[in-house]
Nanobody, 127 residues
Framework: QVTLVESGGRSVQPGGSLRLSCVFS????????VGWFRQAPGRERDFVAA????????NYADFVKGRVTISRDNGENTVYLQLNRLKPEDTATYFC????????????????????WGQGTQVTVSS
């Protein structure tokens, strides 16, 4: 059985930083591609970034390039999402998702490609 648990979300001021964590439970984490999505109230779930298994190949949405870094620690079964220079429009619930498609698959912006989802962690950017 696969589970994903996000943490690290909180309220921050504009310009601040956060590091979100996604802890994976299940077999062979190094073969799992993990993605991060976000969803604001009344809006669709948007792709933020994803990272492949062993090779840790990142994949970013255009709107976050330069402000976001995705990384993983296969020894800790954890994927991190570093958010920098946060803006009020980054306010959303952030979800991590996982799919097993080989160690070099760097993910898709299509949420339907992912088989497992966490419950989300809330990020609020406000002064």
């Amino acid at each position: 059985q696969v589970t994903l648990v996000e943490s690290g979300g909180r309220s921050v001021q504009p310009g601040g930083s956060l590091r979100l964590s996604c802890v994976f439970s299940g077999p062979t984490f190094s073969e799992i591609t993990v993605g991060w999505f976000r969803q604001a109230p009344g809006r669709e779930r948007d792709f933020v970034a994803a990272i492949s298994g062993v090779a840790s190949i990142p994949n970013y949405a255009d709107f976050v390039k330069g402000r976001v870094t995705i990384s993983r620690d296969n020894g800790e079964n954890t994927v991190y999402l570093q958010l920098n220079r946060l803006k009020p429009e980054d306010t959303a619930t952030y979800f991590c998702a996982a799919v097993r498609k080989g160690s070099f698959y760097s993910g898709s912006p299509d949420a339907r490609e992912y088989d497992y989802w966490g419950q989300g962690t809330q990020v609020t950017v406000s002064s």
